[in-house]
């Protein structure tokens, strides 16, 4: 079925041709007749970026591997048309469609180090694809070639460099390669699948430069598919929303992210931590449809606060509101007058600290592996009723710390003291009521769920170890706490494996609570959730907080959630804590340059034209 | 599947495709996982028929000494004789009939096959198990000594201990089953360790929950199915092996009938009757290629169930 | 650098290391051996001079053969012994061990190479190929026949092909292996085929599955779709990126598999009359011959530790990221 109109031209007027159109692209679920992805329709012009959001489940990764007219196991491309530099990809032959793969339409994976071959070194891999194409049509002519692209991913090109295997490079550098591959045959366009995911905040912040740099030096057309709002805004010029497989909100990203007309749009903002404002993030309820199982009318409807009954009858078209700006909601004005910034954090404890002083200590705390020392000399004071957040890189030591502090690690030396009295080192051999007053919660909510039980056999685990409560008792208790997240009750009979990542998290967090503790660990607990699930879970911690008197102490590598959740901060380098202080005067007045740096490297949402104008600065510390 | 959705940094990318069927909404306690991979074992045309060649040959050893006549150590003819109406597979080197043996000759075999690897794994998963939990010198020790076990194949074993001892059955059992231990040991090790490193068992272990506790509760159930399969295929060899030491006369003695012993003493009549041959040959084969049939099913089955508990987060 | 030759490098390390744990399993192996045959009920003396002798003559003769020694002076005089080649004599017809040995362990030797090198040939081809064209009719049945293959023993396989070709079924080779004394069984290559074929199907179902798994977690990983999107054409993916990254697992399980054949040898010689240590192995355990089977066992024992030495070795090695990780 062909479209009509042409592809939406978002930059209408410009003079520069557009080297990637997409028209009613649509994948399904083999050959089910239901679809993942469909209507979607963009362009992007040359030299120009197109950020393409969503959270899971709404599709960005399909239609980005779409994009090469590739399909994953299991997903077939239906209807469409996907014009690269004037060619339809879809209606080409396997042997053409290769030819064009890596040399006119490239692609940066999420995940570099699974996406280069192991036994494989690196040289050989960046050649392969320029090989593969025949560039140059000598050998010399590509190691030139290979040098140049190497330059300009700021790769060392010396021989001793391109030996290596990728597993000895760190993972700001395999992500280079991944773009030096994507770059070396001069493609028109470059499809970039959440190429940052997982690095830190410094390497983040140097690739997306070079990432815009190259996007602009080679006239491509780029393609930047994130879940991240304010990385996408740094670096897009366009930017198109998804949700349950289709576009709901397209145009220039200062229009879009600045002025949201779109419910999900709104609501994704305010669920976007912000540095330098504390204030409260609110979540969205619910989960996105899946594929099969997405309702007649809008895919948003069920969790939106302006939904009317038209919205859930037919699915909204995307209307051109203006020139260029393309908005599937027909409850535009609702959303229009609706306030995007929410209320400011200020709200007082509801109880009093439960003891003078600090509740928990360190002094001189050393910890390591053998002959490593991770944490040094570490000093830290937690006052009861507040949050700190220990703030720090990959290898900061943040996790070690934290796990020191529960007694995970017992390998250091120093002095830990909770309510005045000294810890032992080894979770074991402390009292069962030390036990119960310090709870932990891990990142992955999978993996600290035990996949065997139920959840409510997973609850009642501590609770019968900890305390002696009778077996009505105990139902009761675990009643309770899946209320205080809440969860529905009949959870208790469900394996984890039947709830969604926020689910379980949830579950993970009742687990904790149910013991009554006074002291929460949080290890990275929203670091693997989609931004509006975690906003969900910072806003009930920071309620639970309130409510019971809780002391809860916070690591991540995500300064904006810092100034959401917490009081203090610590950060740490190296295993160092190079600053700390109260939220407000670290965030707004670092003294450290390596505070300073992570703040400057840290993405924010920009609403303005900044892009245009080359985007934020770097922070100044060197390339990884 | 709701699994996916609220993660990011899923392995396999931002979508779950939902290959695998939806799972139902449970009331009750889930069933043992044993029982849930037997269960989808079972919808596998390959196991099927596995499990219906072992039943078939299971019920012919096992009820077969009970219906074999004429008696299976009576003359019942001249050697050798070929099929009648008498004697259906006709007789055999000292004129015995050869359906009364093949029916009596076979449950010896079962029974010490199955002892061998219910001992040997048995003991194998307990010993890996322990040394999945304590990594002190001692324990080294322990394994790298069964591993000497390991050095030697397991029929050299089985011949040695024999030409020391005699041909004993509990003997043979003994060495087949000792010869499993190291092996079984080394894989629960490895598993039980990738386990005991997920977050869940480290928060048990944190919480004060009892070492033993631990590895009943939580250790144990998630590697009950990769125990089940390593059992199946040392149920395969264990009878391959037993059969193996009849054969070369080492295994239940003559006059007692058997189906290893069988086919070496009927060998020298294959032109003429071959059926003293043929017929225990078909018996182990079936018995062996059935138990892998259904090992190779549970096997699938658990990779199948481990993909989709993967895919949902 | 002036101190590399003390100072070898973390992989170098591994490799002596292993070779030491070889040795010393060798040894530990031949101690078992040699503890075991000891205990046989009866001694050499008496099983030589046979049941009428004198007490006086018994005596004599336990003090030539050193039975009244410690044990562990008994276990170097033997170990030694072998070391220097001398094997000891057949308490059956009193022949040094080593003079029964020399055809023997040629015969053997022809079988377990032919085996393996033809094995892992077509073990190469069609686990390949059955991963390459994965799910398709061929690849099911491939996976039936090695399913089947797998599970039986054997002796049954060797049965099964006497029965075929060479008795009931069809007579066209032979059944039992007659190599005229003092000849090896090159000399007569027909007499090979059995020998080697059931070998080859008893040992080639698990290579090919190995490698069939291999390749195929190779070809659905994430870094060959990778290369897909790249443009790299599939003969090009199976050779740079298929092999080199299946190669450690196969080589590994072929070692391995090829140990086995130790065991393996031992029955398929047993049916076929095949003049190889196999035969003499069961030969002399049924006559109770200590010193043959001490020194058979170390021999086939011996070619198993080596075998999976290798399998070891290889696995180290042949992983780029394992060998780069030792460096």
Redesign the interface.
Same mark, same amino acid.
Request: net charge neutral; charged share 20%; hydrophobic share 55%.
């Given at each position: 079925m062909q479209l009509a109109s042409p592809s939406p031209d978002i930059a209408k007027g410009g003079t520069s041709h557009a080297n990637l159109e997409v028209s009613g692209l649509r994948v399904d679920l083999g050959a089910s007749g239901r679809d993942i992805v469909a209507e979607i329709s963009l362009t992007v012009q040359a030299g120009q970026a197109l950020g393409l959001v969503g959270e899971s489940g709404s599709g960005k990764t399909t239609v980005a591997l779409a994009l090469l007219g590739f399909a994953r196991p299991g997903a077939r491309i239906v209807d469409g048309q996907v014009l690269v530099a004037g060619r339809d990809l879809l209606t080409m032959s396997p042997p053409e469609l290769r030819e064009l793969r890596g040399s006119r339409v490239s692609y940066v994976p999420q995940d570099p180090v699974s996406a280069l071959n192991p036994s494989l070194r690196i040289g050989e891999q960046i050649l392969e694809v320029l090989e593969e194409h025949d560039y140059g049509g000598s050998h010399a002519a590509r190691r030139e070639r290979m040098d140049a692209v190497l330059s300009d991913v700021k790769l060392p090109g010396n021989r001793a460099f391109l030996r290596r295997f990728p597993h000895q490079l760190s993972g700001g550098q395999q992500q280079r390669v991944g773009l030096a591959m994507a770059f070396a045959c001069v493609p028109k366009v470059i499809v970039m699948d959440e190429p940052t995911t997982g690095l830190d905040v410094t390497t983040q912040a140097h690739i997306l430069e070079t990432v815009r740099q190259l996007g602009r030096e080679y006239a491509a057309s780029t393609v930047y598919v994130s879940h991240d709002l304010a990385v996408v805004s740094e670096i897009a010029d366009h930017v198109a929303v998804m949700y349950a497989g289709r576009i709901i909100d397209m145009g220039r990203a200062a229009d879009v992210l600045g002025a949201p007309e779109h419910p999900y749009t709104l609501a994704l903002r305010q669920a976007l931590p912000e540095l330098k404002t504390r204030r409260v993030v609110n979540g969205i309820p619910g989960v996105p449809p899946l594929p099969g199982h997405r309702p007649a009318g809008c895919g948003f409807a069920s969790r939106c606060r302006f939904a009317a009954s038209e919205c859930r009858s037919e699915m909204p078209p995307l209307a051109e509101l203006r020139p260029g700006r393309f908005v599937r909601c027909v409850r535009v004005n609702a959303v229009r007058q609706s306030d995007v910034e929410p209320a400011q954090l200020d709200e007082p404890s509801l109880r009093p600290p439960s003891q003078p002083g600090a509740i928990l200590a360190l002094r001189n705390v050393r910890a390591g592996f053998g002959d490593t020392e991770i944490l040094h000399d570490i000093n830290l004071d937690l006052m009861p009723g507040k949050c700190l957040a220990l703030v720090g890189e990959s290898g900061s030591g943040k996790t070690t710390l934290a796990k020191t502090i529960a007694g995970m690690h017992a390998e250091r030396t120093g002095s830990i003291v909770f309510r005045g009295a000294e810890l032992e080192a080894d979770s074991r051999k402390r009292p069962v009521e030390t036990r119960r007053l310090i709870q932990y919660i891990f990142q992955n909510p999978f993996a600290s769920l035990s996949p065997r039980r139920t959840i409510g056999s997973i609850i009642a685990q501590p609770l019968k170890l900890l305390t002696d409560l009778s077996r009505a008792e105990l139902d009761e208790h675990v009643s309770r706490s899946l209320e205080r997240v809440s969860l529905r009750p009949e959870l208790v009979a469900r394996y984890p494996d039947e709830l969604s990542g926020g689910e379980r998290q949830r579950v993970a967090i009742a687990r904790a609570l149910a013991v009554e503790p006074e002291l929460l660990l949080c290890d990275e607990v929203t670091s693997a959730l989609d931004v509006s699930v975690q906003a969900l879970v910072l806003k009930m911690l920071r309620e639970l907080q309130r409510e019971l008197g809780l002391s809860l102490l916070f690591t991540t590598h995500n300064l904006p959630v810092v100034a959401t959740i917490a009081d203090e901060v610590i950060v740490l380098q190296d295993g160092y804590a190079v600053e700390h202080g109260p939220v407000s005067q670290v965030l707004h007045a670092p003294t450290h340059p390596y505070t300073r740096a992570l703040i400057a490297d840290s993405p924010h949402l920009v609403v303005t034209d900044e892009v245009a104008a080359g985007g934020g600065e770097t922070g100044g510390v060197p390339h990884p | 599947? @709701?699994? @996916?959705? !609220?993660?990011?940094?899923?392995?396999d990318?931002?979508?779950?495709?939902?290959?695998a069927p939806a799972?139902p909404?449970?009331?009750?306690?889930?069933p043992p996982?044993v029982v849930v991979v037997a269960r989808r074992a079972l919808r596998l045309t390959?196991t099927k028929i596995g499990l219906g060649i072992v039943v078939f040959v299971v019920g012919f050893a096992v009820v077969g000494p009970f219906v074999a006549s004429p008696p299976p150590k009576s003359i019942a003819g001249a050697p050798f004789s070929t099929a009648s109406a008498v004697n259906w597979l006709g007789t055999d080197a000292l004129g015995r009939s050869v359906l009364s043996r093949l029916l009596a000759g076979g449950w010896v075999i079962l029974l010490c096959g199955v002892i061998a690897a219910l001992i040997g794994v048995g003991v194998g998963a307990a010993l890996g198990l322990m040394a999945s939990w304590r990594f002190g010198l001692r324990d080294e020790f322990i394994m790298r000594s069964l591993?000497?076990i +390991?050095? #030697?194949?397991?029929?050299?074993l089985g011949?040695?201990?024999?030409?020391?001892?005699g041909p004993k059955l509990w003997l043979i059992v003994l060495a087949v089953a000792l010869w499993h231990v190291p092996g079984t040991g080394r894989v629960v090790r490895s598993v039980a360790l990738e386990v005991r490193r997920?977050? #869940?068992v480290?928060?048990?272990?944190?919480?004060?929950?009892p070492t033993w506790r631990i590895m009943g509760g939580?250790i144990l159930?998630?590697i009950t199915s990769q125990v089940l399969v390593e059992f199946g295929l040392r149920l @395969?060899w264990s009878? !391959?092996?037993i059969?193996?030491l009849s #054969?070369? !006369? #080492?295994g239940r003695q003559p006059p007692a009938p058997d189906w290893g012993y069988m086919?070496y003493e009927n +060998?020298v009549g294959?032109?003429v009757n071959?059926w003293g041959?043929?017929g225990p040959?078909i018996m182990?084969?079936l018995l @062996?290629?059935g138990?892998?049939?259904i090992t190779?099913g549970i096997q699938r089955s658990v990779i199948g169930i481990v993909r989709?508990?993967d895919a949902? !987060? | 650098m002036r101190e590399r030759w003390l100072h070898l490098s973390p992989l170098a390390w591994f490799v002596v290391r292993r070779l030491l744990l070889g040795l010393v399993t060798l040894v530990v192996v031949s101690m078992v051996i040699f503890a075991a045959t000891e205990l046989l009920p009866g001694n050499a003396a008496q099983a030589i001079l046979g049941l009428t002798t004198t007490p006086a003559r018994l005596h004599a003769m336990e003090l030539q053969l050193h039975l009244n020694q410690p044990f562990y002076t008994q276990y170097w005089d033997w170990f030694s012994g072998v070391l220097s080649g001398h094997l000891g004599h057949s308490l059956v017809d009193g022949r040094p061990v080593s003079s029964l040995l020399s055809n023997r362990i040629v015969n053997s030797l022809t079988l377990v190479v032919l085996a393996g090198a033809i094995g892992t040939a077509i073990s190469i081809f069609v686990g390949l190929y059955s991963a390459l064209h994965r799910g398709r009719w061929l690849d099911e049945v491939l996976g039936v026949v090695t399913l089947t293959l797998a599970a039986l023993p054997e002796f049954v396989i060797a049965i099964g092909l006497v029965i075929l070709f060479a008795t009931v079924v069809f007579q066209v080779l032979p059944p039992v292996s007659i190599v005229p004394p003092g000849q090896t069984a090159l000399a007569s290559p027909r007499l090979l085929i059995l020998p080697v074929v059931t070998l080859i199907l008893a040992t080639i179902p698990y290579t090919i599955r190995m490698l069939r798994a291999s390749a195929i977690e190779v070809l659905e990983s994430d870094y060959v779709a990778m290369a897909r999107l790249k443009g790299v054409s599939s003969r090009r993916i199976v050779v740079r990126h298929v092999v080199p990254n299946a190669l450690p697992s196969t080589v590994q399980v072929i070692a391995l598999v090829l140990s086995w054949l130790a065991g393996g040898v031992v029955l398929v010689e047993y049916v076929f009359n095949y003049p190889g240590i196999g035969q003499a192995f069961v030969d002399a355990v049924s006559n109770r011959d200590a010193p043959v089977v001490q020194a058979l066992a170390l021999i086939l024992a011996g070619f198993y530790v080596v075998m999976n030495l290798c399998a070891d070795l290889a696995a180290v090695l042949l992983s780029a990221r394992t060998r780069t990780s030792l460096q």
């Open positions: - | 599947m @709701t699994g @996916t959705v !609220g993660m990011r940094n899923v392995a990318g931002s979508e779950a495709l939902a290959v799972l909404r449970v009331r009750r306690r889930r996982e390959k591993d000497v +390991l050095s #030697f194949p397991p029929l050299i011949l040695l201990l024999v030409s020391v001892v997920r977050d #869940f480290q928060m048990a272990e944190a919480i004060g929950v939580e159930p998630n @395969t009878i !391959g092996l059969a193996s #054969f070369l !006369g #080492f086919i +060998l294959l032109s071959p041959v043929i040959v182990i084969a @062996t290629v138990i892998n049939f190779d989709e508990s949902a !987060g | -």
